[in-house]
């Protein structure tokens, strides 16, 4: 689930939605394996081919005046730096989403929908702008040496350990 760019969402609500989980998970006695990624810079690195062909014109039907549309947002921009109250020459980009854009982010999510493999492979994400959490119910069981294991089946459904 993404909660960027989206009316009534915020980093808080993200978060309330990840621990309200975590909670719920100990309350049924099972471990929530959780892992963090801070994708920085990720518009930067956003290939213009793969958000076209393979995002916006495969997976989610785009084409046409739409597709062209997009395609000339994206292409023909370039940048430069000032640095030392020197400006460097024009550089091409030939990655990457215009930041500070309406647009931008939009595509930014279009480009990293990926949670149906997320899910496909029995995790659970959860995204605000650059940053995904990916997490992992794991039920907990007592063994008859006392000691507590745990199991998951990445189909996503739970296992007694053998």
């Keep these: 689930m993404q909660s ?56 989610f039907g785009l084409d046409g005046a739409v597709l062209a549309w997009i395609r000339s947002f994206l292409s023909d921009r370039t940048q430069r730096v000032c640095f030392g109250g020197r400006l460097s020459a024009d550089i091409a980009l030939i990655f990457g989403v215009p930041h500070g854009s309406v647009l931008g982010p939009l595509l930014f999510l279009l480009y990293t929908a990926q949670f149906d493999i997320i899910a496909s492979l029995g995790l659970i994400g959860h995204s605000y702008a650059d940053n995904t959490l990916i997490y992992l119910i794991y039920q907990i069981y007592q063994c008859s040496s006392g000691r507590e294991s745990a199991s998951h089946n990445p189909s996503g459904g739970m296992y007694r350990a053998a």
């Design 4 to 59: 960027a760019y989206r009316s009534h969402h915020s980093a808080e609500t993200a978060l309330l939605q990840v621990l309200s989980d975590v909670l719920t998970t100990i309350d049924d006695k099972k471990v929530t394996l959780l892992a963090l990624l801070d994708l920085r810079a990720a518009f930067d690195w956003v290939d213009h081919d793969i958000l076209l062909s393979c995002r916006l014109q495969s997976r």
